[in-house]
């Protein structure tokens, strides 16, 4: 980032890199800052959706949603960005909708929670709550 400013992918990666690391909230203007720089890249599902998670971690839920959603919209096959949405739908308390979003990948949402986000205690039990209120895992 230090050498190009303008690499979406530089900024991206720092950004994932923050909020894997519980930076969440530092994370957020340098994933926010990849998707102005390359807003038309072709990637921008996954950016969108490691927005949305680290929105969800600082408890911007409203803004997950939206993100996960348009991630899902862009790349309908990509399950990071169903389940995510639906975590964020069950923080917000929208079961019905929570569950239409997981759709097909409703068997794989607690284990992904589990294992994808297993170094990280923290945003691993952001996930599984979100999923816990979402009525979608006990």
């Known amino acids: 980032v230090e050498l190009n400013p303008q690499n979406s992918m ?5 950004g994932h890199t923050l909020y894997l ?3 969440a909230e530092e994370a957020i203007p340098w994933i926010e800052k990849a998707l102005d720089i390359n807003p038309l890249d072709p990637r921008n599902y996954v950016v969108k959706t490691h927005l949305a998670v680290a929105k969800l971690c600082v408890g911007d839920y409203e803004a997950a949603a939206e993100l996960g959603r348009a991630s ?3 790349r309908p096959d990509y399950t990071e960005s169903h389940i995510t949405l639906a975590a964020a739908l069950g923080y917000l308390g929208r079961v019905d909708e929570a569950r239409q979003a997981v759709g097909e990948y409703y068997d794989q949402a607690e284990d992904y929670a589990k294992n994808h986000f297993s170094w990280d205690r923290e945003l691993k039990d952001c ?5 816990q209120k979402a009525q979608l895992i006990e």
């Open 21 to 23: 690391g519980g930076r």
């Open 72 to 74: 899902a919209r862009q």
């Open 10 to 14: 530089a900024n991206w990666s720092l």
């Open 127 to 131: 996930f599984l709550t979100g999923l």
